[in-house]
């Protein structure tokens, strides 16, 4: 499966971004559990939050609970990451992932898409 992550941008603190990750070329996205990481320059990657393709079930990193949300948007074979009151903190290249794992708590990336880019101005 190829997965392609959008939506990224330029946003004020507090503003909101809704990225999205679109899948092509394999089983239909909802056939994978699907996780967004975060990476700023230097760091290693950061699970943001993953969703099971098993009813759904949803994690998220302590930042970000409160004000992302992760669903499916089966129609668009895409998984969307919808952020809100975002923050100087949020800045950062964000990657979505697909797994076969059952659920979110061992959850393991077989596919990486491109990352995209967001960056929160003070």
């Known amino acids: 499966v190829q997965l392609q992550a959008s939506g990224g941008g330029l946003v004020q603190t507090g503003g909101s971004l809704t990225l999205s990750c679109a899948a092509s070329?394999?089983?239909?996205?909802?056939?994978?559990?699907v996780g967004w990481f975060r990476q700023i320059q230097g760091k290693e990657r950061e699970r943001i939050s993953c969703?099971?393709?098993?009813?759904?079930?949803?994690d998220y990193a302590e930042s970000a609970k409160g004000r992302f949300t992760v669903f499916r948007d089966n129609a668009k074979n895409s998984v969307i990451l919808q952020m809100t009151n975002l923050t100087p903190d949020d800045t950062g290249d964000y990657y979505c992932?697909?797994?076969?794992?059952?659920?979110?708590?061992?959850?393991?990336?077989?596919?990486w898409g491109q990352g995209t880019q967001v960056t929160v101005s003070s």
């Open positions: 992932s697909a797994g076969f794992a059952l659920g979110i708590d061992h959850y393991f990336p077989d596919y």
């Open positions: 070329g394999g089983l239909p996205i909802d056939y994978y559990t």
């Open positions: 969703i099971s393709h098993v009813h759904g079930t949803a």
